[in-house]
T-cell receptor
């Protein structure tokens, strides 16, 4: 049973370019979460998605950031017109079915380290 | 809004000693409390979790306690080893995981 997959593992972009980060949840998991981690800091919640549905995007910046989890394929976190402050590690996590006892544990992917030059 | 505070931010212990990390949460609706260990450059990995219907849980050298009245929970690591050195994050999950708030992390150093 493969774990949570993220790609790319490292991404370098110049200011103004777009960054696309992909996350494939664990098999059997239908819920995906995205977090941002700055160096030496904690995990900041960004967005929580189910297939074809954004459940909670309260942690997502209002501009330039968007996320989707289509019916087929991975979840994608998209950052438009990147700036240096976007440089961080972006982690994706998945869980089976929050709200049901014992189904809320989140398992993390290896992260994508974004560097904006 | 929801908040999870974690202390200390850095903890240094001698190999074989115990380490305790404490967290408090603000939302009384929180009902699930996982702990993650993150080694340098790697993903956070779940090491233990506790639900609000129990007060304590133990797994070998690791234990977690929960005080719902005071809204705080703690991680206890006994007989620490150098490989326990990492950043540890507590988290509080609201409504069974719909939203998980992480603490800022504790950097644990275990000196051989």
């Amino acid at each position: 049973n493969a774990g949570v997959m993220q790609n790319p593992r490292h991404l370098v972009r110049r200011r103004g370019q777009e960054a696309r980060l992909r996350c494939s949840p664990m098999k059997g998991h239908s819920h995906v979460y995205w977090y941002r981690q700055l160096p030496e800091e904690g995990l900041k919640f960004m967005v929580y998605l189910q297939k074809e549905n954004i459940i909670d995007e309260s942690g997502m910046p209002k501009e330039r950031f968007s996320a989707e989890f289509p019916k087929e394929g991975p979840s994608i976190l998209r950052i438009q017109q990147v700036v240096r402050g976007d440089s961080a590690a972006y982690f994706c996590a998945s869980s089976p079915a929050p709200g049901q006892g014992g189904q809320e544990t989140q398992y993390f992917g290896p992260g994508t380290r974004l560097l904006v030059l | 809004g929801e908040n999870v505070e974690q202390h200390p931010s850095t903890l240094s212990v001698q190999e074989g000693d115990s380490a305790v990390i404490k967290c408090t949460y603000s939302d009384s609706a929180s009902n699930y409390f996982p702990w993650y260990k993150q080694e340098l450059g790697k993903r956070p990995q779940l090491i233990i979790d506790i639900r609000s219907n129990v007060g304590e849980k133990k797994d070998q050298r690791i234990a977690v306690t929960l005080n719902k009245t005071a809204k705080h929970f703690s991680l206890h690591i006994t007989e620490t080893q150098p490989e326990d050195s990492a950043v540890y994050f507590c988290a509080a999950s609201i409504r069974g995981g719909f939203k998980t708030i992480f603490g800022a992390g504790t950097r644990l150093f275990v000196k051989a």
